[in-house]
């Protein structure tokens, strides 16, 4: 079964299979492995077996936690989408990545639109959409997420009606390697820093009815130099907020 299924993922998103025995899709470079186990898809960093298996869960884990006790409408990332009162905004993630806070969104109610641009990581999402599909504990959750495989600069304007913008894109951190999460450690070599993540902002606020949230490390720089309207600042991050107009007072009652 896993074979099978290692076969529809690596047709659908254009990857090398190697075989049945590894059940598994590869990568020229041979430092990344994909494979297909107990009918989860999973990332694997060859050169650091350590950091074990990255996989996108809905359901269990660290996700579940969050969802059960993550603080509701209470968190920072709640209030900087603006999400208060009656107010439950349509957002777009265009730096989709795992989809956790997308999850987070569509946890408090929230429609939310991903884009992701690289293969890999999107299917690794597509698959957790799938699998929480099957699931009766989150599947009206992710009913509420939608996952596009695309480049957000060259497509985020043919998004409709987007209440919110939010933008997460890659950056380099300060921290030696040891500190930084698996996860991360592993987007770095796959992916790299999104160095033209300043085009993000324009057309991010061009199909924002409200506001654009750009979550950042607290000692990065303002994307695309611009100045928010306001920022909430946590412990190691931050969310910028810009915005386009106030969210609506009928919508606050």
């Known amino acids: 079964m896993d074979a099978e299924k290692a076969k529809v993922i690596a047709a659908k998103w254009g990857f090398d299979y190697i075989g049945d025995v590894a059940s598994a899709v590869n990568f020229p470079s041979l430092i990344f492995l994909l494979q297909v186990n107990i009918q989860r898809l999973e990332l694997i960093k060859l050169d650091e077996p350590k950091l074990g ?31 208060k009162h009656g107010f439950t905004p349509c957002v777009l993630d265009a730096t989709a990545g795992l989809g956790r806070d997308a999850f987070v969104l569509a946890t408090l109610g929230c429609e939310v639109k991903m884009i992701e641009r690289n293969p890999v990581v999107a299917a690794l999402l597509d698959d957790g959409l799938q699998r929480a599909a ?39 951190h300060r921290e030696k390697s040891a500190a930084v999460k698996k996860e991360m450690r592993v987007f770095q070599s796959l992916v790299g820093e999104d160095v ?22 607290s000692y990065a720089e303002n994307l695309a130099s611009k100045k928010p309207s306001t920022s909430i600042k946590m412990k190691k991050n931050r969310f910028d907020v810009y915005v386009n107009r106030a969210i609506p007072k009928a919508e606050i009652n």
């Open 196 to 217: 033209d993540s300043d085009a993000l902002l324009a057309p991010a606020l061009d199909i924002a009815q409200y506001r654009v949230v750009v979550k950042r490390p």
């Open 53 to 83: 298996a990255i996989a996108v869960d809905f359901v269990s884990g660290a996700t579940a936690h969050r969802r059960k006790f993550g603080g509701g409408r209470g968190q920072d990332i709640a209030k900087a989408v603006g999400l």
């Open 134 to 172: 099957l699931s009766v504990d989150v599947n009206d959750i992710t009913d509420r997420m939608s996952l596009m495989f695309a480049s957000s600069i060259d497509n985020m304007t043919h998004e409709s009606d987007i209440d919110v913008v939010y933008l997460d894109p890659m950056y380099p």
